[in-house]
């Protein structure tokens, strides 16, 4: 299986993040006219009821990430909930299947901006997350032997 990246500018619903995934999966099928994996991710802070969510790339473009610590300066609770969903179907009006993993977190002011349109920058995992497997460190905790 060969895998091409094709950068689509794919509309954004108001709607809950699985439906706007799939949705963005169907649109991006029919332009294709073939199999599509597509991502989306969401950033949502516990304090705004999970806001921006799915909307965080418009919230960055809006007020950038120096806007986004401000909106939550009069807030106590910095924690936030990160997730990337993956959508993939094999062709337009075939099944949508969604893949979604999430890791919690909080809201830091960083000692600098290195990219202001990455919330990588404002965002700490509140444990380690094992995204690229990780052998040595399984290997550490005992899982492989």
């Known amino acids: 299986?060969?895998?091409?990246?094709?950068a689509l500018e794919l509309p954004e619903l108001q709607a809950s993040p699985d439906e706007i995934s799939i949705n963005k999966c169907i649109t991006a099928a029919t332009i294709m006219q073939g199999p599509v994996i597509v991502k989306d991710t969401i950033l949502g802070f516990n304090s705004l009821n999970g806001l921006p969510g799915p909307y965080?790339?418009?919230?960055?473009?809006?007020v950038g990430l120096k806007g986004l610590i401000k909106i939550l300066s009069n807030f106590e609770n910095k924690t936030a909930q990160a997730s990337c969903t993956f959508?993939?179907?094999?062709?337009p009006n075939k099944e949508v299947q969604l893949f979604t993993g999430s890791v919690n977190g909080k809201i830091i002011v960083p000692a600098s901006f290195t990219e202001e349109?990455?919330?990588?920058?404002?965002?700490?995992?509140?444990f380690r997350t094992l995204f690229i497997f990780d052998y040595e460190y399984y290997i550490?905790?005992?899982?492989?032997e």
Not at 118 to 126: A, E, R
């Open 87 to 91: 959508a993939y179907t094999e062709g």
């Open 117 to 126: 349109n990455s919330w990588d920058n404002i965002f700490q995992p509140t």
């Open 1 to 6: 299986m060969t895998v091409v990246h094709h």
């Open 56 to 62: 965080i790339k418009t919230f960055i473009a809006q």
């Open 140 to 144: 550490k905790i005992g899982q492989f």
